[in-house]
Nanobody, 124 residues
Framework: QVQLVESGGGSVQAGGSLRLSCAAS?????MGWFRQGLGKEREGVAT???????TYVDSVKGRFTISRDNAKNTLYLQMNSLKPEDTAMYYC?????????????????????WGQGTQVTVSS
């Protein structure tokens, strides 16, 4: 299974920016960013297919941009105009053919391969 390693999280004030990266050890199909706030369920933030087509949750449209570099097997999430409600653990995930792992999220595809997460904290 392809390994996913996130980086780029941190603490920032409201209105600031962060860029998350996710390095994959091999080829992946659709990829996505998901987040889980303390005491909340995991939610989808953005996904991107191999052809570059994207999907965003309404709360981040116009502020976040997902992109990928297929040559480098790397996924990115540029986050601008951050708000305190964006505070969460952010996870990178890759599409899998079936849901056979411990956790899956279905959002246009089955996302069953997960990184360890990177924390984003936005202070007001």
């Amino acid at each position: 299974q392809v390994q996913l390693v996130e980086s780029g999280g941190g603490s920032v004030q409201a209105g600031g920016s962060l860029r998350l990266s996710c390095a994959a050890s091999g080829y992946t199909r659709s990829m996505g960013w998901f987040r889980q706030g303390l005491g909340k369920e995991r939610e989808g933030v953005a996904t991107i297919k191999t052809d570059g087509s994207t999907t965003y949750v309404d709360s981040v449209k116009g502020r976040f941009t997902i992109s990928r570099d297929n040559a480098k097997n790397t996924l990115y999430l540029q986050m601008n105009s951050l708000k305190p409600e964006d505070t969460a653990m952010y996870y990178c995930a890759a599409e899998t053919p079936t849901c056979s792992g411990a956790y899956c999220f279905i959002w246009g595809a089955v996302f069953g391969n997960w990184g360890q997460g990177t924390q984003v904290t936005v202070s007001s």
